[in-house]
């Protein structure tokens, strides 16, 4: 029996709870969070106590792992402790918005021979997954061609969260450089983004955007395009098509039935897109979770790693800089390193 | 260049004299029709003269074909006249709704040479073609399963047809009974169906029906549902169902374009079927004269034959009988000979 | 926390009790099975004791419910003995193959005030539930059509389960009996069934049929299409489709994954269905047990009642009647009664 | 009845020939071709006479319009001689590889009074027009993202039209620039382009590439992505994809027929999409004719003119400058007058 402290109990980290709850071979001891309200909540609802203090968690032999769920801006300080105190880390993405704190972060972490699982939750979706694989099973050839499109639904968070969360790149696109990386068969080595504020004035107030297109560029030549709305009024658009030499594979979107219409208006048509990320990748984060398990059981190293997590803020930073630069970008992963 | 004549100049004569002409190895020479205003018409449309009488075409030697497109108590004395003028004959289905006239007309066919193409245009459809050919091709094993949905969109067809059409197995599920004996493997030997006023009271009015299930069994086991309406309002539903051993092969229903609609309502939202046969088997009617010209050509036999039109026919007949009788009928070909 | 014991732990009865231990509010006391080494592993895998008899989970005044899955000839005697101790029941589908037994039950279980509720699941399959509700949400006028494709993967299940299941009508198609009376606006008064042999010999030699088509008329002149295989080689077909004046709605079949894939040989094409019943109705099975979860906790009547299990039985009887006798056979629901 | 000279009778004009020759309002009286062979071979097909010079055409008072189907390097010479000849003029894409030339002949076409409609047959294509219309309805609100997908099947054309053709974005993207011209609400003001070679050395070796993903932006902030490729293994991929804040429409491939395979190996498998243009596209060039004949017949201006072919080629221009020096190109309509 894995025993999980989950740190930072939100709405994503009482999700991660309950699933680490219904794992037969994981329970979960503590729950942290700032609001010890929140915490109590879901220490309740898993069976597990509430912590007043991180060290609660961290000082309990018995633990065996940590999950992070807390705020971008506190994993790397959570990371760090964790890590210290030789506990396993499923943290949640991104790393951090700052890359400099990234990189440090790195170096720190180069001490601990502690696992570090980051949560790009996609690589597990049995659909992009099953593009992954059928890539790597050369179904379709080499690939030339990876269109990613990811859209979330409508109305935009709340500002409190809009505001930390690091703008349209680190916070959602992030999700999508990962998923290129994961599928494409080398590193993009160049970007280039444009964005604009379509969809709703905070956004523009914030000084981020809200709809934006990127193409990319790896070593071998194969190119990128991802493209991302904050705001879609049918669900949760998540789609990845690999076109190769020798064919073409996609992951398609999905919903809660498999019931169709046909009236006097339409034909064929089906409800909404499962609404969000809870929803449309609930069996997704449970694979992670048992993938982050197996982990723990075996002792082989994690299949997401803080460098994946790196390197997709990296590519997040390059987009940045060239919607503010209008100009390609060219990535150095070793660079940043020494940055 | 092969020089046809058009008997019947209504909506379907209308429009297979302007498929005609389309074709560059073929031309229409004379329209005629009871209505010579309509036969006008269609005959400035297409190019042609306009027949006062029958005798005009038939006499003609210049005439290669005649294509048979009037009411259906009219086809037997036309198939019979054209066959006496030496014309070989392209004839829209039924032959007649009265199977003893067909045995008749079967019996003083037999003294003429003159193809007989029966227009069970179905059979040239790209889709359920497609179906046929794979069954045939033994795509999926032995066929023990072909499920045939025809669905015609309302509002039923005008009270004056109604009376003359035969009624709904005669008239409509009787194309159903060609499509089955044409991707079947053996021929349905055993008829059930049940039947029911559910659209319209002009049916009733008429000791009609409206909506039928039928089931069949063929020597070889093979079992065969269709299921008919007269309306729906979605368009023409006409989609056919081979399942086998190895696996399924099914025709799936047309639309004008390929766009899909997402929005807060639907998501994947089509068009409207296509409207009805004019629409849906526009190419099917196409390659019915195309396959009439190649026999025309070469002097081939038809591939749907007067047998074909008589035996759909006969299981017409025995649908009648079982909802009348409410038990499965076995069907004898031979015996409708003898009768 | 609702209390549960497990009468038969042989494949579902396993699933049942892995469910039932992952609800929140519910937990597995007691597992029984005839074979003790069965049981033993059911009871360990969810926390729950091994019964050696049946009287050790009927005599445990703790026990809130019981959930039957043991073979279908137990079922009359443990519901009864269970009714006897007071307990709620969720019996698996079918009550027994043997009318009258069902009928001696039915009276035996008047004299007890017990909630009974009847597995059939897939009322709680999110899809098929999806016609339902668009059909009594009036979404396509009055239902005149209903079509259910009901096949299962090959190969065939082993023989001595094909032995006890009582036949392909009250065995399998008694499934889509209930989904007929489930979405049909009222009851089926007549059944018509033609059957082969085509699959498996195994069938013919238990002198049963693998191969069925069904037809049924409700007394309003709904007409309802029931057909089935024992065996495809592309995973469970099961679909439902609702016709009526207003439009279609249709439940089509789940896979594993929203991936499609395009090649020189096929485009658009996808993995194979869910492989079966286990897989498939995994949601529906959970929707199942929360809905019985919800009767004991309000005291409700259940949802699908001993009477939905006693007349998709009664439909069952008269499909093989239909069969014996080649006729459509009406029905009497009451008269069964009697019977 | 219309008469046209068609001028270039290759493969498009062949097609052209036979299409105009098809309406009934329209009829073929020349044919030319720098090879006799072939104008006498199209003449023949059509009805129409071999012409052995350009001026046999244009002399012809009863020639009422002209289709240019020639080389596109004769497009411009033969647009301005049937412009000073009186005759309208359906000219294929692109006007000219050169944007100097096409400056030199837009303003030379000046002083003439005569319609040019440029052959961007797309725009007609009911499926994208679909996408258009919708976007014009308001339906999916303000259009905010547009992507399109637009693949050519393999093997890449012989290294002869390669070479003449102008590359990738002039003969092939340049029709996806009009594409986005068409379906966007207003201009494109910048361009991004990535494009590599991956396809096939041919292209290298005429310094061309062979896959490309472009972004543009319009002056109101919408964005565009086209990705191409020289090769596909499963037919022409002709997808546009229009989003907005109200919803989705998305133009489809199309397929010879709606035949779905189901076995061991897929579900719900397809046929390869149309082959090339001339299937895809047929009902579509077909709708430019009539669409042209309109014009002819009313003497409004052509729906695709003149300058919609000069915009789509300074894309393909800004597009080409954008690979060349990676960075993001500012198109200015205006300025490119002046140049």
Not at 21 to 48: F, I, K, L, N
Not at 200 to 212: E, G, R, Y
Not at 249 to 258: A, F, H, P
Request: glycine letters at 6%; a negative charge.
């Amino acid at each position: 029996m894995h025993r999980f402290g989950i740190l930072g109990t939100g709405r994503i980290g009482q999700m991660h709870a309950g699933l680490v709850a219904q794992q037969p071979d994981a329970t979960v001891s503590w729950c942290y969070d700032v609001d010890p309200v929140r915490a109590a909540a879901t220490a309740e609802m898993v069976g597990a106590r509430p912590a007043e203090h991180v060290d609660d968690v961290l000082a309990d032999d018995s633990v065996d792992a940590v999950l992070i769920a807390s705020p971008t801006n506190t994993h790397v300080e959570l990371i760090l402790r964790s890590a210290a105190a030789g506990k396993p880390i499923l943290c949640e993405k991104p790393i951090d918005v700052d890359l400099a704190k990234v990189e440090q972060c790195r170096l720190a972490l180069a001490i601990y021979d502690v696992p570090v699982q980051l949560g790009f939750n996609r690589r597990f979706d049995p659909s992009h997954r099953g593009v992954h694989d059928a890539v790597r099973a050369g179904q379709i050839g080499a690939l030339e061609l990876l269109i990613i499109t990811s859209r979330d639904p409508g109305p935009p968070p709340p500002r409190a969260i809009l505001e930390a969360c690091g703008g349209l790149f680190r916070d959602t696109t992030i999700h999508d450089f990962d998923m290129a990386r994961f599928v494409l068969e080398d590193e993009p080595v160049e970007v280039y983004a444009m964005a604009s504020n379509l969809v709703d004035p905070v956004f523009a107030a914030l000084n981020d955007v809200d709809t934006a297109v990127v193409v990319m560029r790896t070593a071998s030549g194969a190119l990128c395009h991802i493209n991302n709305s904050r705001r879609t009024n049918y669900g949760y658009d998540q789609r990845v098509e690999a076109f190769g030499a020798d064919g073409l594979v996609r992951s398609n979107n999905l919903r809660r039935s498999e019931v169709t219409r046909y009236d006097a208006g339409a034909t064929a048509a089906r409800e909404p897109l499962l609404h969000f990320f809870i929803e449309r990748y609930r069996d997704a984060y449970e694979a992670e979770i048992r993938d982050f398990i197996d982990c723990l059981r075996t002792g082989r190293p994690p299949s997401v790693t803080f460098e994946d997590g790196r390197r997709a803020l990296i590519l997040a930073e390059a987009a940045l800089q060239s919607v503010r630069e209008n100009r390609a970008v060219t990535i150095q992963y070793d660079a940043a390193v020494a940055a």
